[in-house]
């Protein structure tokens, strides 16, 4: 098979200035059990981009504002790709993020800000400053940026949603999403220096969600393959340079006792010792998925 990626997703850091809750990085209360990284820009120049129509920095570990030289990375893209961000948006400042903005009028770029409350943000994502967030937002915006809010909805915060939603209007996002949170016993746990991190899981209205306008994606492209990796040609490359089948993948290096199926595989996956299209043709992408291993019953396609 030739294996060719249309979108890829990236985590070109694990350094984050938040601990959120149910994040893989974290536990008891915020304690990092991840190594802390960034993914070199050299690593990240060694991507063939030629196929690739979508790339979204969305970490499974990190924030992309937290890597030193982000600006730089992102400029090395070609301008044809589609590039999308998730953030906190609670780190840099102003003026980064207005230089931010000015570089991604470049492309067709989208960032996405997890806000998850006014008043309520901290309780989630804890160590993330408000005021800061919205007025990185705001400058941001102002210089150009196209920015989606996302927020995720808890029993602790449903009652801001409204507010939320008009703040965003006011200061100019294309899109307010909420979404349900998800796996309860995380958000449930109470963490040994985070007590007021208990929340329930509750319902979405769908009346909260609107849209300005919707940024363009690529049409996927399905190989009648259940898994929506696969479907759509996605692929993962984590903070250390490895490159993956799916986002549940790069967890082996906090969980390994889960993916051991993994072993049977000689992987050579690591761009910072192959190139990208040797790694994209060797078995491991070709044969992975002809079958579910124990890790895709993790997925939603999968149960």
């Known amino acids: 098979m030739d294996m060719k990626v249309a979108e890829l997703q990236v985590d070109i850091t694990t350094y984050c200035n938040s601990h959120c809750g149910g994040c893989i990085r974290n536990i008891d209360g915020g304690e990092v059990c991840v190594e802390l990284v960034h993914l070199p820009l050299d690593t990240f120049k060694k991507i063939n981009f030629s196929d690739i129509k979508t790339i979204y920095f969305n970490g499974a570990y990190g924030d992309f504002t937290m890597h030193p030289n982000a600006i730089e990375l992102i400029d090395s893209i070609p301008r044809h790709v589609v590039v999308d961000f998730s953030t906190n948006g609670g780190a840099r400042n ?36 408000i005021e800061k967030v919205l007025d990185h937002a705001k400058a941001f915006i102002q210089s150009g940026g196209r920015a989606r809010w996302k927020y995720i909805m808890f029993e602790h915060n449903k009652h801001e949603i409204e507010i939320a939603s008009q703040l965003a209007r006011d200061l100019g996002f294309e899109s307010f999403q909420v979404f349900e949170s998800y796996k309860d016993e995380i958000y449930q746990k109470q963490y040994k220096n985070f007590s007021e991190s208990i929340v329930k899981r509750i319902a979405i209205d769908e009346l909260y969600n609107w849209k300005i306008k919707r940024l363009e994606f690529p049409e996927e492209y399905d190989d009648n393959h259940r ?20 986002c549940y993948m790069p967890s082996i290096s906090t969980h390994p006792e889960m993916f051991q199926e993994l072993e049977l595989f000689a992987l050579n996956n690591n761009l910072n010792s192959y190139e990208y299209d040797d790694i994209l043709q060797n078995s491991f992408f070709e044969e992975l998925f002809d079958e579910p291993l124990e890790l895709c019953k993790n997925c939603k396609e999968w149960i």
Not at 105 to 119: L, M, Q
Not at 227 to 242: F, H, T
């Open 94 to 129: 102003i003026e980064w993020w207005k230089q931010l903005a000015k570089k991604l009028n470049e492309f067709t770029a989208r960032v996405s800000f997890a806000i998850d409350g006014i008043s309520t943000n901290h309780l989630y994502r804890r160590g993330v400053d």
């Open 227 to 246: 898994c929506q990796w696969r479907k759509r040609r996605q692929a993962q490359i984590d903070a250390w340079g490895n490159v993956w089948q799916c």
